[in-house]
């Protein structure tokens, strides 16, 4: 069983940055592949950005290619999102999840954290 914690989100203007953080317990989070997704109001939860369990391959939505980066450190158990120039349309909450041994392709992760919200006034 992992449980993620997610944090960071926060109220910025458009072209700001925030870096996400999904805290993970557990003592074999270098093996879990993690994924970044957002679900804004009305619409349905999308996929953003993933990151292999071995951190070699990355996956982004086109939306944030060039502009969000994930990356992790195994000896926080933590995975983040970088998001940089910063949209309206970037407003949703955030949230992370993880797969043992997922890729960043085609994963169905298995557990889910409870979300942070950002938002991205004009």
């Known amino acids: 069983q992992v449980q993620l914690v997610e944090s960071g989100g926060g109220l910025v203007q ?6 996400l953080s999904c805290a993970a317990s557990g003592s074999d989070f270098r093996y879990y592949g993690m994924g970044w997704f957002r679900q804004a109001p009305g619409k349905e939860r999308e996929f953003v950005a993933a990151l292999s369990w071995d951190g070699i ?3 982004y939505t086109d939306s944030v290619k060039g502009r969000f980066t994930i990356f992790r450190d195994n000896a926080k158990n933590t995975v983040y999102l970088q998001m940089n120039s910063l949209k ?6 955030y949230y992370c999840a993880a797969k043992r041994f997922g890729s960043a392709y085609g994963v169905s992760y298995d557990y889910w954290g409870q979300g942070t919200q950002v938002t991205v006034s004009s």
């Not at 458009?14 to 870096?19: E, F, I, N, P, T």
């Not at 309206?88 to 909450?93: G, K, L, Q, Y």
């Open 88 to 93: 309206p349309e970037d407003t949703a909450v």
């Open 57 to 59: 391959r990355t996956l």
């Open 14 to 19: 458009a072209g700001a940055s925030l870096r």
